[in-house]
Every structure is written in C-alpha cells, then in structure tokens.
C-alpha cells in the first residue's frame, strides 16, 4: 500500500500508463489502485483516461468500481471520450448480477457528459422495471439526476408517469427512493419557476406512503415523511388521521425521523378541531424531544434550534422539563448557548430558584462568554418573572460581589435593564452598582451605569461628583458613553438645578465645541436649545415616562413561525431564517429567483417583509442592551434628516401617519430595536420619530422644532410606545 | 441532502472527498477552516452548521478529523449530520479506528463505502452487518461475484435469510446509565436514568421475538396486576427492526432481530435518583504554597451490590505539582492532563464508606487570573451488576421460529454512570466562597 504514496517519480503517469497497459491482470489492477490513490491527493491523472477506460471491462466488481469512480471525476474533463465508455455501461445494465446493473445506472447518472445523456434512457426505462428491488431503488433515483441534467429528456420519455406508478411498488425502499426523486424533481422544478406541479399528491398516495412508512428504513422514512408534510389534507378527519399514524415514528432510535415526524404532526394538527387530540399531541411529543439530548453534540445543537422555534409556538410543550435542558460542564459551547436561550423560555414561578442557582453556577465558569451569557439570562429572568425579581437581583448582587471584571460590567448592564422593567423598585442596590465605578472600562457598562445615575440623579446624593468624573474625562470616552453622560447630566440638572448647574454648562460645552461626534454635538445642541427656551417643555421631553421593558415571546414573526414549523429540521428551522435568505444562486435556484421577482411581486414582498422580521428579530435579541438604541440615534439619517423633513409639511405628515406604516408594527413590536435594514423612505422617519420627538406629536404644520410647538402637548404614550422607547436615553 | 462529502484533517485539507451532485464544486472544501477560524477569531461560536456564499456546510468533529457535508438547498440538517456520524460509526467498525492513517491506506474501500451509502445525495444503506457482507476488504478473493444482499431492499433490510446456528442462544443485556448532577449543598438537581436493552442474537432462520417488560403502561392497559414493581418508562426508542405501530396499539415489543449485537431498545426516566455513589471533598486551599483536599466516599445502594471499577476523578488546579495521597482503600494517582486526581477503587461494597487525602504544591507566583478557579465538578465512574436502578425486568422473551427450535435467551443486568455524572461537592474550606447578599 505504501507504494501509492511513493512521492512522484519522473514520468509517473507514463509508468501507470504502461502498466495499465500491462498484459498481467494483477499489474493492471494495482495500477488503477495507484491511478486512484493519486486523484485522492488531488493529482491530476486526467491524462490517462483512455488507458484506464480499457480496464472497463472485466469481472472484477472491485476494479469495476474503481474504473467507474475514475470515470465520475474526470468525464466532464473527457466529453470526447466518455463516448468510448458507452457501450460497456450499457452492456452492463444487462449483467445477470444485479450489483453490475444498479452500479452501472447509477453511475452513468452521475457523469454529467452531454455525450453520454442520450444513451442513458433506454437502460433507464429498463432498470425502472427491473425483477431486483436494489435496482429499480437506484433507477428511481437515476431519473432525477437526468432531470438535473436535461428535464426535457425526463419527460419526453415519460419518466416522470413511470416514478409515479411506482409510489405503488411493493418494496419499501422502491418507494422510499421514488418519493425521494419525485421531491427532488419537485423541488427543481419549482426553482427553475415550472408552472405544473411535477409531483401532486393525492389521498391515494398518502395513503400508499403510510403503509410504507411502517416497513422502510430509516432514511426511506424521513424521505416519506416530508412529502406528508407537503400534502394538505382533504378534512379535518384526514388530518387526525396522518397524525396518528405518523405518532408511532416519535419512537424512532433516529432523531432526523423524530423531528420529521414532530413537523409532520405540527402541520396537520393545524387543521385538527378537536382541543383533547391536539392536547394530546403535544403530550406525545415532549419525552421524544426531551430524549434528543441524549444524542451527540451536533445533532443536539440541531434539536435544541428546533425545539427553540417549537417552544415560541407552544410555550407550555416542556414546562416541567426545565432540568433537562442544565448545561453538563462538558457540553460544547454552542450547545450551552442554545440551552440557556430554552432555560430562559422555560422560567417561570414554579422552576425559578433551581433557575437561578444554576445559572449563579454558569456564571462563575472559566468561559468569559458563557459567563456573561449567563449573566444575561439572569436578567431576563428577572424580566420576565415579576415575582422572582428580587431573587435575580440578589444573585446579580452576589456575582457582583466576585469582583470579577466581565462579571461585574456585565451584571451591571442588566441591572440596568431591570431598572428600566421596576422603576423605583431596587434603588438599594445603587450604592453597591456606585461602588464598583471604577471597575468599568467597557463602553456598555459604563453607559449603563451613567444611565442609571442619570435615572436616579434625585435619589444619590452624591450624582453630581459621579457624573463629574466622566465630565472630566468626556472627551476620551466613546461616543455611547458621551451620549449617555450627556443625556445623565441634563437629567441630573432638571432635577437639582441648584447643584449641577456648572456641571450642565460644562458639558454642553465640550460637547458641542471639542467633541468630534456630529450626533454628540447634535444632542447637545437640542438640549441646549431646550434648557435655555423652556425647561418645562425639556422636563417633558428628557424626563417622560417610558414604557416598561418586556422580553419578546417570539424571535421571529408569526407568520415566520409558521413557516419554520413546517421546515423542521431544515437548515431553515435551523438557522431561524427562511430559505430565500442563504439557498444558493447555484444552477437550480439561479434564475428562478429572478424570474418570480417578476412574476410573484406580492410573494416578493411578504417575503421582503419577512426578511426585515427576521433583522428585527435578530435586533430584538439585544434588546436589553441599549447600546442598540444609542446607535440607533448615531445613524446619520437620524437627526441629519430631521432638520431637512420637517421643514416639509409632506415630511410632516409621513411622520404623523407612520400609524399606516407596514414597519410601524415591527416597531412596536421589538420595542426601540434599531432598524437598520429597513429601506430608506421609512428610516427618516423612525429616526426622527425617536428622536425625541416621540413623546410629544409633532404637529403636522410645524415648520421649524420651536419649544412653544411642542410644550403645550401633554406626553403621547400610546400609539407610538416603541418609539418612544428611545426616550430611554434622554 | 448533501451535495458534497468530505474527510478533512485538523489542517482542512480533504483526506478524501465524494461529489453527489454537480451543484457545489470541491473548492468549497478548502475555504471551510479558513471559515472556521475566521468566526473564532470574532469571538463567533462555530456552530455544527453554518452558511457562506450561498453555501451551507455541515460538520461533525471526530477525534482529529471533520467530516464536513456541504450543500446548496434548504437541507435537511438532522439528517445529514447523522448521516455523517453513521458514516463514521461504519468506518470504524470496519477499521477499528478512524484516523488520517486509516483513511488513507483504506481509501479504495471507503469510496466504495461512500459510494453504497449515499446516492445524489440521499442516505441510503447504513447498516454496517449488511455493508460488510456485500463490501469487503477481500472482495478480490472471492471466486463468486458477490450479489447485493435481499436485505439491502427487504422489508427486513437488516437480517439476511438463511443463517445457521447450531446452538440457538440470545444473550440480553439491560444497561442503565445514571447521569446526575449534584450541586454544592447536597441537592440533586438533576437526574436522569438512561437504559439500553442490547442483545446478542444467535439464531437461526428468521426468529419472530416477543419481548415483555415490567411496563407499567402495558399492565395498565391489560388491566394486569403486576407481581412487584412495574416502572414507567418516559420515552422509549426502538431499534428499527422493532414493529412501532404495534408498540403504539398494545405496548407489545415484537421483531424479527438482525443477527449478531445490536441495541434493540433504548429509555429514559427522569424518576429522581438517589446518588449511587457519593462523593464530596473538602479542599482546603493556601494560595500560594499548598492545596489540600480531603475526599469521602459512599455507597448508598443495597448491601448485596456490589460497585466494580469505581473511578473518582477530583480537579485539582492546573499548576498543582508534587502530590502526595492517603487512602483507605484502593489506589490514587495524578492525572495531569485532566487536571484531576483519580482514586481509583476495585470493589465497593454497598452501604460502605472510604476516606482519602490530597497533598499538592503550588507555585507561589501566580498569573493574574487568579480568581478564575475553574469550577469543574468531581466525576465519578462506576459499574454495578446485577442491579438496575429503575427496577426493569425482562419477564420474558419469546421466540418463535418456524422450523420450532429451541433458545434460550440469557439476561443480564447491570448499572453504570452515564456520561455526565457529576458532583459540584469540592467545597473549600473556611475562604469566602462568594460574597454573601447585601
């Protein structure tokens, strides 16, 4: 064997060729071996390709496999001389042993020669009906790589009628491989924007499949069980029906037929009318589900992606498994991440102490970023759950005790939201968050840190040296903290105007004359403005009353939902993102995506709207930091657009109607997230809207932002609640 | 549906690689690390899945290999990814051990093999008993051509007719893997049993086997009162020789078995267990000079099991050097490379209790992330036969075969740790473990 690695000798290839050549069946053999192992290390033996072609012919099945596994990689580089190999394929799908045949048909499939297609479809149409099951499962598959290759040819021949036919062969695995290239076929067919369905599917069918699902292997049955999440049931009646026959196949040892089986179910119980039956479902499911965990790593990481989606759709499926989803001290990262995403879905009144101290554990591992994800976690705990609030702040309170840097910033960060979800509810906790100032060195901490003493400026008696000492230094730190230290400070002084009037000065100052941020010299400027024209109308802007905080049932929409429960466990389901977004332009998808721009606008835009779902989705994630929303206000279109719309009374009244604007509901919906993929005309908009301005309606004549315009106006909350999220800043 | 199959060493240069389909060509399998170390650098997780380009590559990791599948369709990504670990159990049962070596000097049959099991890219045999009897490594001594098994399309796809035994025998083992976690003041947090029936099938013919359990569903439904115990199995999986729908209807566990080992059936309970074997250590730690640890032992089951091969693996610090141990029983050693001490102990009577002790050194100059101890937990390994915590028994195994021989089936029982049983009870003594609440 070791002689296949032998480093290149001069002229190798012309020493194969001779034995290739050689009139010893042995010496030829090894040669093709030698051939081989050298296209596996990627050298190119192209060149010997009618010398190894001559070795076609023999009994050999080994060296047979051999020649034809050369023929796959390098035909397309041959078309010329593929040619030669025809007659010997051809012979072979009539070999007395049924290895030859099926090896011969499935091979000349996959060569993907022009030349070669067209002598393909006789010993097709007779390996379709072969005696031996092993080859009509290979044939059936045959078909759909022609229809890759050449779909005219597919039909022309009517191959498309015979796979059809054999849905109702007696051999499972026939089935199993026909239904797979009718899929495939389908799925081509829909890409490249065919019109006619390749592959309708008719109660007679699922019926067919049903029985064959019982008796197939595991891979035939995930192949029948996507095409039963195709099928839109007749009834109501049918519908029961497909479930519980699919049920059984939750007891499968392989987790891909498990989750196809749970996407089958989750489709067909959407027409099920009876409560008790889909109770029950969702009963039978959660031990399969659970069981998953017990899988290797990769597969769980697969699992746990689908078990996220499944759960936003039904939160109650686990709801006393919460203990299962406990990170092991070994698991992967990725694995642990999703688990704490589930953890935190799963939380409620009952489980929140085991909860909490698991997550204490988490938190004080070696893994910065585990750690701080589980910090995280323990914030939206607390968000999530009123009762258990004080629990959560008392273990964020122990971690900050550790004095471990990224533990210390972080936990501060989600204190900050807390603070945001209880308003006045934990201002004993402040002195302790004060003490650790000088820990911070990370522009999110220390932003929510100031935040939070602007917040409070009333209550710590001491605000005006704290915010002092990033004064002192304003000109060095980033542009979030400027914001917010800005922000805190104009906060600080319409609540003890006597104090911190200097400090006010100073501020607004060098942010407007040092600082090299436009949005930081723009905020001054209104403040500024503001303080010196009415401070009441300031107070009514910087101190209005925010709206609370909540954390998102949903990452994605529920249309979007919908979609992925039925693409379990899909790369779609995997990813939380639909296909459109990552399938290839590649030949099958190519044009088509094109073609339906034009065909399907309505279709373009649910999807477009969808995508935009997805970014917010993704926004929404980090909701709790606000970091989002400060850049939110760093986007140029923000207040570099203000001055110029609002001058335009069509400006105005887009910004008076957004109630009519599609986004206005993602808005809304994942509260101040930054929405940065939206397309241009509505950004102005969103921006301007939370600039502030959200807390008050502009009025659609106003020609210029002049106090007197916007005093009188009591604060607006509700139509425009997560605009006015951005407030949170100011 | 995978596009494209590839093995790659720890470098990411493909081992040997398997095209399905025409749609992703084979240089995509070289920008796969660079990908791979690029999201590590972000401080990104690299996940078993992810999309670039258009592309999605789909990977497992075994030992210092990838198996990497890449794809241009929406996938089906459980599918592939247990593809790839089948293809991986296949490979090693053929050649013991998958590795860069074995792969190269074994490439033509592992085309061979990759050719048989997936086609256009859909799994389609990967039963390594039927590969092995139409794939072999001595297929060029073969006088006759070999033919593809019936069983490759049978409705019984995984026994071949016509074996012969002489003496008909069925051995059965019951095995359950406790997996707990217990944290540091004593409380289980959580536990589960994880059971596996494995059978070694020696008959002959084509055997129909009735399988009955102490299954508190079935004695429920039959309305049968159960002599004893009966348990309640939380989810069952079955081997796929195994009828489901029958299971479904009437609890009954009826197959014909492939020939050979096999794992017919596999449980789960998430019935609270009381720890089997407990451990907790008492760690008295001088930064800078020495770490002390103090280590109990206990079996907590019936007098008359007996634990066999009892391993306690307590982590010490990284840099802990010159140790020195004390024990009651059994013999300890410094496994450096786990960071841990192992206590390793034969035989542990039930209801008995051991002590050791731990002696190491520390350096007294310490980096400056001293405060980050890693907190891992004491594991402990561990075997009990002739017990099962559940309380499972097998109360009968039919078999019918239609030339009516006789077998006898064997059953044996045995617990073991599953592969997280965990322990966080290394408490330090008297240094602050964590600031109390304010």
Known sequence: ?730 | MASLIAILDLKGKPLIQRSYRDDVPPSYIERFLPIVLDLEEEGQQVTPCFTREGVNYMHIRHSNLYLLALSKRNTNAAEIILFLHRLVSVLVEYFKELEEESIRDNFVIIYELMDEMMDFGYPQTTESKILQEYITQESYKLEVQVRPPIAVTNAVSWRSEGIRYRKNEVFLDVIESVNLLVNANGNVVRSEILGAVKMKCYLSGMPELRLGLNDKVMFESTGRNARGKAIEMEDVKFHQCVRLSRFENDRTISFIPPDGEFELMSYRLSTPVKPLVWVEAAVEHHKGSRIEYMVKVKAQFKRRSTANNVEIYVPVPDDADTPKFRASTGSVSYVPDKSAFVWKIKQLGGGREFLMRAHFGLPSVRGEHESLDKRAPITVKFEIPYFTVSGIQVRYLKIVEKSGYQALPWVRYITQNGDDYSLRTALEKGSAQIVQSV
């Open chain 1, 1 to 730: 064997m070791s002689s296949f690695r032998a480093p290149p000798r001069k002229g190798e290839n012309f020493e194969l060729a001779a034995d290739l050549n050689s009139e010893y069946k042995d010496k030829r053999k090894d040669a093709i071996k030698r051939v081989i192992a050298n296209m596996t290390v990627q050298k190119d033996v192209s060149g010997l390709f009618p010398d190894v072609l001559k070795n076609m012919q023999t009994d050999d099945l080994e060296q047979k496999k051999l020649v034809y596994l050369y023929l796959m990689n390098y035909a397309k580089t041959q078309p010329e001389l593929v040619i030669l190999a025809v007659n010997t394929f051809v012979k072979d799908t009539d070999d007395p042993n049924p290895l030859v045949r099926a090896l011969a048909i499935r091979t000349m499939g996959c060569l993907r020669a022009e030349k070669i297609i067209d002598y393909l479809c006789d010993p097709l149409q007779k390996c379709l009906k072969d005696d031996n099951p092993y080859v009509r499962k290979t044939a059936a598959l045959c078909v759909a790589k022609l229809y890759d290759l050449k779909p005219e040819l597919v039909i022309e021949n009517g191959f498309l009628e015979q796979l059809r036919d054999m849905i109702a062969d007696s051999n499972p695995m026939v089935v199993a491989n026909t239904v797979a290239a009718l899929t495939d076929i389908h799925a081509a067919a829909v890409a490249a924007g065919v019109p006619r369905d390749q592959f309708p599917i008719s109660t007679d069918i699922v019926n067919k499949l049903l029985v064959a699902l019982n008796e197939c292997s595991e891979w035939g049955r995930v192949a029948i069980l996507n095409v039963l999440a195709r099928y839109t049931a007749e009834d109501a009646g049918e519908s029961e029906h497909i479930c519980e026959r699919v049920v059984p196949q939750f007891q499968h040892a392989n987790a891909s037929v498990v989750l196809s089986a749970i996407k089958v179910v989750m489709i067909h119980m959407r027409d099920i009318s009876s409560e008790n039956l889909s109770k029950t479902l969702i009963r039978k499911m959660a031990p399969p589900l659970v069981t998953l965990l017990s899988n290797p790593p990769e597969v769980q990481w697969v699992a746990l992606r689908n078990i996220n989606l499944l759960l936003q759709k039904r939160p109650d499926l686990l709801s006393n498994e919460l203990r299962v989803f406990f990170c092991k001290y070994n698991d992967p990262l990725y694995v642990k991440v999703e688990k704490l995403d589930i953890m935190v879905r799963l939380a409620s009144e009952n489980n929140v102490d085991p909860l909490l101290s698991e997550l204490k554990e988490y938190a004080q591992e070696v893994d910065v970023d585990f750690v701080r994800r589980s910090i995280k976690a323990i914030g939206q705990t607390a968000i999530k759950i009123d009762e258990a609030a004080e629990r959560c702040v008392n273990v964020l309170l122990e971690l900050i005790g550790t004095r471990v840097s990224y533990v210390v910033q972080e936990a501060v960060v989600v204190m900050k939201d807390i603070f945001r979800k209880y308003p006045s509810t934990y201002e004993g906790v402040i002195p302790t968050l004060c003490a650790n100032l000088d820990e911070l060195d990370e522009p999110e901490a220390k932003a929510s840190l100031i935040w939070i003493i602007g917040e409070y400026a009333k209550k710590i008696d001491n605000a005006d040296e704290l915010l002092g000492i990033f004064v002192d230094t304003f000109t060095e730190e980033s542009y979030p903290v400027q914001l917010q230290t800005l922000t805190a400070v104009v906060k600080l002084y319409l609540q003890k105007p006597e104090s911190s009037q200097g400090l006010v000065q100073k501020v607004l100052n060098t942010a407007t004359k040092d600082c090299d941020s436009p949005d930081v010299r723009d905020r001054a400027y209104i403040y500024w403005r503001l303080l010196s024209t009415d401070p009441g109308a300031a107070k009514a802007v910087v101190l209005a009353v925010r709206p609370p905080i909540t954390l998102p049932r949903t990452t994605v929409s529920a249309v979007l939902l919908e979609e992925l429960l039925g693409e379990i466990p899909l790369l779609a389901s995997v990813y939380h993102k639909p296909a459109e977004t990552f399938v290839g332009r590649g030949r099958i998808g190519a044009d088509t995506v094109q073609q339906k721009k034009a065909e399907l606008a309505d279709d373009r835009i649910a999807t477009q709207k969808a995508l935009q779902t997805v970014a917010a989705g993704q926004q929404a994630e980090n909701l709790l930091d606000f970091d989002d929303d400060v850049q939110g206000d760093g986007q140029p279109s923000g207040l570099a657009a203000t001055t110029i719309l609002a001058q335009t009374p069509a400006a105005a009244n887009l910004l008076a109607g957004t109630s009519s604007n599609p986004l206005d509901d993602l808005v809304s919906i994942f509260g101040g997230a930054n929405l940065n993929s939206t397309p241009a005309a509505p950004a102005p908009a969103n921006g301007l809207g939370g600039f502030g301005f959200g807390a008050s309606p502009l009025a659609p004549a106003a020609p210029s932002i002049t106090p007197t315009a916007l005093s009188p106006q009591p604060p607006q909350q509700p139509a425009q609640g997560g605009q006015d999220d951005l407030l949170g800043l100011f």
